[in-house]
């Protein structure tokens, strides 16, 4: 019996470096002099938000895309204006990180993915 519980851990070890979770890094960066509010980040499979981002601050998200499609943003500006924009598409098992940088009238989304 011995040898097969060796083998049976052997082989969970072995596969276990592959067995990792592929996320996207989303950062929202306030590049503006004053601050953001109600940001809605929708991703391909799900949806977060941050209530306000103050000038000069970062918000990081990890999100794990579960399908294919554009990212999208919403936010209010200081004026309480609501802007809409689009970032890059992101697909299931994507990894790496979008730098979102927001001012009072646009966001500005780059992804850089991990081969």
């Not at 851990?9 to 509010?37: E, F, K």
């Not at 004026?79 to 970032?87: E, F, K, Q, R, Y």
């Not at 990180?97 to 991990?114: F, I």
Request: hydrophobic fraction near 40%; aromatic fraction near 6%.
């Amino acid at each position: 019996m011995k040898p097969l519980n060796l083998c049976v851990i052997l082989a969970a070890t072995l596969a276990l470096p592959g067995c990792r979770s592929r996320v996207v890094r989303v950062n929202l960066i306030n590049t503006s002099p004053q601050p953001l509010y109600t940001i809605v980040v929708d991703y391909p499979g799900a949806t977060f938000g941050v209530n306000r981002l103050d000038p000069g601050k970062t918000y990081q998200y990890p999100i794990k895309p579960q399908e294919t499609g554009v990212l999208k943003i919403q936010f209010a500006d200081a004026n309480g204006h609501t802007h809409n924009a689009s970032g890059p598409e992101l697909h299931q098992n994507d990894e790496g990180a979008v730098e979102v940088k927001l001012d009072q009238g646009k966001a500005v989304a780059k992804l850089r993915l991990l081969l």
